[in-house]
């Protein structure tokens, strides 16, 4: 579904949460792009193809899974957080990032961190050390 409001182009697409029809959304004006996804347990291929290589991120990396699992929350809140419907932690946002980004791509922005079960610290050094491991300048 695209949207127009003045000269910026907003399409919006359905993620994997356990909400009412959550969203996630790229913006367009000109040449340019920028996505901002989170509220989502997974990222399938479809996802990963609709934001690739695009100017800018707003990636979720709602969660370190140490401090998630060591946490206060109830077990069964924990469960949600990880399933397919809950977020992606660091980790799982990093790897989705080496998977979207391409020539375009200039910044990535962290977002929805868990006050919780995240520092962040851990989400920007976790993000750096994947995209390292892959290869990717940083």
Known sequence: KVRTFGDIDIESFGVSHDAAAPQFYRFHKENRSFVMLTDTGYCSDY??????????????????????????????????????????????????????????????YLGHLSKENNMKELAHLTMEN?????????
Request: glycine share 12%; net charge negative.
């Open 47 to 108: 996802m990963r193809g609709v934001i690739e290589n695009a100017d800018g991120y707003l990636m979720e990396s709602n969660h370190d899974l140490e401090m998630l699992r060591m946490g206060p929350y109830p077990w069964n809140l924990k469960q949600r957080i990880l399933g397919d419907r809950g977020h992606l932690s660091n980790e799982d946002g990093a790897l989705v990032m080496t998977d979207v980004i391409g020539n375009r791509t200039k910044r990535i």
């Open 130 to 138: 994947v995209l390292k491991e892959k290869d990717f300048g940083v």
